[in-house]
Each structure stands twice: as C-alpha cells, then as structure tokens.
T-cell receptor
Framework: EAEVAQSPRYKITEKSQAVAFWCDPI?????LYWYRQILGQGPELLVQ????????DSQLPKDRFSAERLKGVDSTLKIQPAELGDSAMYLC????????????FGPGTRLTVT | KQEVTQIPAALSVPEGENLVLNCSFT??????LQWFRQDPGKGLTSLLL?????REQTSGRLNASLDKSSGRSTLYIAASQPGDSATYLC???????????FGAGTQVVVTP
C-alpha cells in the first residue's frame, strides 16, 4: 500500500541553527500539506501546495520558515533560524484530485530545539 | 471560523467496554469528517472518513456517525482492547481542497 514518506524521523538541533524536513507524497497526489503539531494539541496547517503552487501559507511564519515543491512531487520545509518554540511534530499529508479528497499522513518528524 | 472540540480530553476504560468518543464543530458547512488514531510520537492513521451526505461509516469494531445539523460526530469502538490505547483525533474538511481543522484529541487508555 502506498504511503507518505518523511525524513528524518527525529531531529535535535540547537537554536539559531537551520533545519530541513523532506516529504514524498503518495504517487499521483496533487495536493501536499505540511502541518505542525504541538504536544497535546491537534495539527495545524503551515502550508498547502496544489501541484507546485502554494495555495495557503497564511499560518507559515515566513520570516523563518520556507517551503518548496519544485516539480510538484516531493517537498522540503526549512526553518532558519530555529527557535525553542519550534519544537513540535511536523506532519506531511497528501490527497488526490478525486473525491472524497481523503488526506493521508506520513510518520512525521519530531523536532527538538535545544 | 470553524472550531472543533473533543470532549473528554482523556478517558480510561476496562478491557471489553465499549468506547464512545465525541467531536463537535461550530460550522455545519463541512465537506467531510475524518477520524484518526495517533500512537505516542507517531503520525496519524486514518480510521474512518464520513462524507457530508453520509450519516455513518463502519469498519470492523469501529462505527462513526455524523449529524451535520447539530455539528456532532461520534466514534464508537466496540469491545475495547488494550491495543486500542491511543489518542483519537477528529478533523473536518470545510472545502474539497482545503485544510483539515482538527480537534485536540481524546487520549484513551484501555486497562487489561
């Protein structure tokens, strides 16, 4: 069964350092999402891509976060510089163009900023 | 703005008891609703998806109902097992290609 792949699974970094996460969606899925989940809360959307275009980045802290999906397939989310408050689970999801537009999630990247 | 609430935040039941998890949302204009399971430190596993035109969905011991007019969904897990211990999250999709709006989840512990 096809799955969303993410790497790394765990990342520990010092504040002010740069960090990057990678996501490979299910083949053929046009829509890709990056969510952030703080411990004890539900995930919240950071950025949404439709093919290679950003359709929603209203909650992305653009002074330090960037995201790209250059060929409309895999995607990278970057944080520079990392802050203590960025410690969270970063989840990638993808969905197809067809109903019911179900979102499938990857295993996530657990980021700890020290 | 859509808000999703899950009550209770935590639940502990003995093995064999049926689980009832509640989810409420403020805007009834939803496209679909998904229930997810999350084990500690892991990603989300989709359990059931209910489209707005449906009243319920079933998969094995799981049954989810949807009442759009009252803004509620309920997930039933029959004959709970210790392996059902996890956090259960509900999420609503307001438009077909939009983001999911999540509740904070209900943490379930099933004791042997």
């Amino acid at each position: 069964e096809a799955e969303v792949a993410q790497s790394p699974r765990y990342k520990i970094t010092e504040k002010s350092q740069a960090v990057a996460f990678w996501c490979d969606p299910i083949s053929g899925h046009a829509t890709l999402y990056w969510y952030r989940q703080i411990l004890g809360q539900g995930p919240e959307l950071l950025v949404q891509f439709q093919d290679e275009s950003v359709v929603d980045d209203s909650q992305l802290p653009k002074d330090r976060f960037s995201a790209e999906r250059l060929k409309g397939v895999d995607s990278t989310l970057k944080i520079q510089p990392a802050e203590l408050g960025d410690s969270a689970m970063y989840l990638c999801a993808s969905s197809p163009r067809t109903e019911p537009y179900e979102q499938y999630f990857g295993p996530g990247t657990r980021l700890t900023v020290t | 703005k859509q808000e999703v609430t899950q009550i209770p935040a935590a639940l502990s039941v003995p093995e064999g008891e049926n689980l009832v998890l509640n989810c409420s949302f403020t805007d009834s204009a939803i496209y679909n609703l998904q229930w997810f399971r999350q084990d500690p430190g892991k990603g989300l596993t989709s359990l059931l998806l209910i489209q707005s035109s449906q009243r319920e969905q079933t998969s094995g011991r799981l049954n989810a109902s949807l009442d759009k007019s009252s803004g509620r969904s309920t997930l039933y897990i029959a004959a709970s097992q210790p392996g059902d211990s996890a956090t259960y999250l509900c999420a609503v999709l307001t438009d077909s290609w939009g983001k999911l709006q999540f509740g904070a989840g209900t943490q379930v512990v099933v004791t042997p």
